[in-house]
């Protein structure tokens, strides 16, 4: 039934979940995955997931918390639903069913500061009867210090390699599930010490639901219910076969959690209110849109940003300070230039799109400008369009199906051309108040990060298939 499904020994195991380090003992229950020798911890009963959440900050660092090992479920650095979804469901199950290596702890891989950026993510998360405050960000927990002071274990689930910055982590790493091309490297060693699950479905929490029906049935109240629906419905698309996400187990999966759990919201409904909540920047300054859907991309001189707006470019460029904060955005994130794609819709649901190319440089502006004007593969269809800011450029996007994942390839071209080569060896003559900072070598922020790796970039692509 499943296309890739292995565990690290490299044994198909489809979807059932089998202890390499268990051959040829008898299986564990479903709800012991604990491996011989090591103290079980003792199955919780059941507070439901809001009372675990509540009580993970205590348990990690609280009075009388202890010293004992703490197993982190941690999602990948992009962070969106289906990792948030899937740490905290799992989590979840590995501390109801005794199946933890210490204190169990879904760790929301971001700074706390970035989550109000996935609006998405928190309109499920309150949708399912649970405070953001409940959760645990990243820069909250000191991962270093407890594998040095108590031991670390580590589940990576919608992820199977860690980032780069993470490879310190790498030897406590016991599990991974995921729906991604699976990137470990797998050794005879390693095939002992770490379980894989990784199956090409649409939604990783279409992987951990099948363990929470298999292992824990009982867990599965609207709450965890509701988590895990939400987000399979958004990475599968409302499982239209058109925009061919959906397999068939995402699908029996859905299809599981409408039969066992009553008062689930409306399939469609559920789906179009997440998927328009991706797009709501109410709420957020220039700095945060910016921010919100942000890529990068480097050449052997120039570092450039391309940030997806979701309002007309006017408005966002009507924003107090934004000038400032252009400038200053892109120094902090050793831009060159910032792409602004701005998408916004007509009443009728029509896509506009418009592009701002901002510099403080001018010879760069016009560089990269031009390169776009001229592209071919796909021609952007641009019109300049008038604009007061000093240092942006305007367009009108005739081609609205180009997203960013079209404009990528284009930019990446120009940043390799030899057109920005001598453009950029000529910034030495240039007078001083054409130049920004020196080109910055891409700093720690961008690098690996999880704007870096960008949100999901099926996103504009999505919106344009349910509209
Ligand atoms: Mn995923």
Redesign the pocket.
């Given at each position: 039934m499943c296309t890739v499904c292995v565990t690290a020994s490299g044994a198909p195991v489809c979807g059932v979940w089998r202890d390499p380090t268990r051959e040829g003992r008898p299986e564990p229950g479903p709800r012991s995955p604990v491996r011989p020798g090591e103290e079980p911890q003792a199955a919780a009963a059941d507070p439901g997931m809001e009372a675990f959440l509540r009580s993970r900050g205590a348990e990690l660092s609280g009075p009388g918390s202890g010293l004992g090992p703490v197993h982190v479920v941690l999602g990948n650095e992009a962070c969106?639903m289906?990792?948030m979804v899937c740490a905290l469901v799992y989590g979840y199950l590995l501390h109801m069913s005794g199946g933890g290596r210490g204190v169990v702890i879904p760790l929301l891989n971001i700074p706390a500061q970035d989550f109000v950026l996935r609006s998405d993510s928190v309109a499920l998360l309150r949708k399912s009867g649970l405070s953001p405050e409940l959760l645990l960000f990243r820069d909250q927990v000191d991962l270093r210090r407890i594998r040095r002071e108590r031991g670390l274990w580590l589940t990576l689930v919608?992820h199977n390699v860690l980032a780069d910055s993470d490879s310190y982590l790498e030897g406590a790493v016991v599990e991974v599930i995921d729906?991604?091309k699976l990137e470990r490297v797998v050794t005879a060693e390693t095939a002992a010490s770490c379980l894989i699950t990784v199956e090409t479905v649409g939604?990783?929490a279409t992987l951990v639901t099948e363990k929470l029906l298999q292992r824990a049935p009982e867990l599965l109240d609207l709450n965890v219910a509701t988590l895990l629906y939400g987000t399979i419905l958004v990475?599968c698309v409302d499982l239209a076969p058109e925009a061919g996400k959906v397999t068939p187990k995402d699908s029996e999966v859905v299809h599981e959690l409408e039969t066992k759990v009553q008062s689930l919201p409306q399939r469609s409904e559920l789906f179009t209110e997440l998927q328009d909540q991706k797009f709501n920047v109410h709420g957020l300054n220039s700095e945060q849109m910016l921010r919100k859907d942000l890529k990068s991309v480097s050449g052997p001189d120039l570092s450039l940003g391309i940030s997806v707006i979701y309002l007309p470019l006017q408005d966002f460029l009507g924003m107090a300070g934004v000038a400032a904060e252009l400038s200053s955005f892109c120094q902090t994130m050793g831009f060159d230039l910032l792409l602004l794609m701005s998408i916004s819709f007509t009443a009728s649901q029509q896509p506009i799109r418009e592009l701002g190319v901002f510099s403080l440089s001018q010879p760069i502006r016009e560089q990269v400008s031009a390169h776009l004007v001229q592209a071919e593969s796909p021609a952007l269809l641009l019109q300049p369009i008038s604009c007061e800011h000093p240092h942006v450029t305007a367009f009108h996007q005739g081609n609205a199906t180009a997203s960013r994942k079209k404009v990528l390839p284009i930019l990446k071209d120009c940043l390799f051309s030899d057109d920005i080569t001598s453009c950029v060896k000529r910034r030495d003559f240039l007078s001083s108040d054409d130049l920004m900072v020196p080109p910055t070598p891409v700093n720690s922020l961008v690098e690996g990060s999880p704007l870096d790796q960008g949100l999901s970039p099926t996103e504009l692509t999505t919106r344009l298939l349910t509209r």
């Amino acid at each position: 039934m499943c296309t890739v499904c292995v565990t690290a020994s490299g044994a198909p195991v489809c979807g059932v979940w089998r202890d390499p380090t268990r051959e040829g003992r008898p299986e564990p229950g479903p709800r012991s995955p604990v491996r011989p020798g090591e103290e079980p911890q003792a199955a919780a009963a059941d507070p439901g997931m809001e009372a675990f959440l509540r009580s993970r900050g205590a348990e990690l660092s609280g009075p009388g918390s202890g010293l004992g090992p703490v197993h982190v479920v941690l999602g990948n650095e992009a962070c969106d639903m289906d990792s948030m979804v899937c740490a905290l469901v799992y989590g979840y199950l590995l501390h109801m069913s005794g199946g933890g290596r210490g204190v169990v702890i879904p760790l929301l891989n971001i700074p706390a500061q970035d989550f109000v950026l996935r609006s998405d993510s928190v309109a499920l998360l309150r949708k399912s009867g649970l405070s953001p405050e409940l959760l645990l960000f990243r820069d909250q927990v000191d991962l270093r210090r407890i594998r040095r002071e108590r031991g670390l274990w580590l589940t990576l689930v919608d992820h199977n390699v860690l980032a780069d910055s993470d490879s310190y982590l790498e030897g406590a790493v016991v599990e991974v599930i995921d729906h991604h091309k699976l990137e470990r490297v797998v050794t005879a060693e390693t095939a002992a010490s770490c379980l894989i699950t990784v199956e090409t479905v649409g939604s990783c929490a279409t992987l951990v639901t099948e363990k929470l029906l298999q292992r824990a049935p009982e867990l599965l109240d609207l709450n965890v219910a509701t988590l895990l629906y939400g987000t399979i419905l958004v990475d599968c698309v409302d499982l239209a076969p058109e925009a061919g996400k959906v397999t068939p187990k995402d699908s029996e999966v859905v299809h599981e959690l409408e039969t066992k759990v009553q008062s689930l919201p409306q399939r469609s409904e559920l789906f179009t209110e997440l998927q328009d909540q991706k797009f709501n920047v109410h709420g957020l300054n220039s700095e945060q849109m910016l921010r919100k859907d942000l890529k990068s991309v480097s050449g052997p001189d120039l570092s450039l940003g391309i940030s997806v707006i979701y309002l007309p470019l006017q408005d966002f460029l009507g924003m107090a300070g934004v000038a400032a904060e252009l400038s200053s955005f892109c120094q902090t994130m050793g831009f060159d230039l910032l792409l602004l794609m701005s998408i916004s819709f007509t009443a009728s649901q029509q896509p506009i799109r418009e592009l701002g190319v901002f510099s403080l440089s001018q010879p760069i502006r016009e560089q990269v400008s031009a390169h776009l004007v001229q592209a071919e593969s796909p021609a952007l269809l641009l019109q300049p369009i008038s604009c007061e800011h000093p240092h942006v450029t305007a367009f009108h996007q005739g081609n609205a199906t180009a997203s960013r994942k079209k404009v990528l390839p284009i930019l990446k071209d120009c940043l390799f051309s030899d057109d920005i080569t001598s453009c950029v060896k000529r910034r030495d003559f240039l007078s001083s108040d054409d130049l920004m900072v020196p080109p910055t070598p891409v700093n720690s922020l961008v690098e690996g990060s999880p704007l870096d790796q960008g949100l999901s970039p099926t996103e504009l692509t999505t919106r344009l298939l349910t509209r």
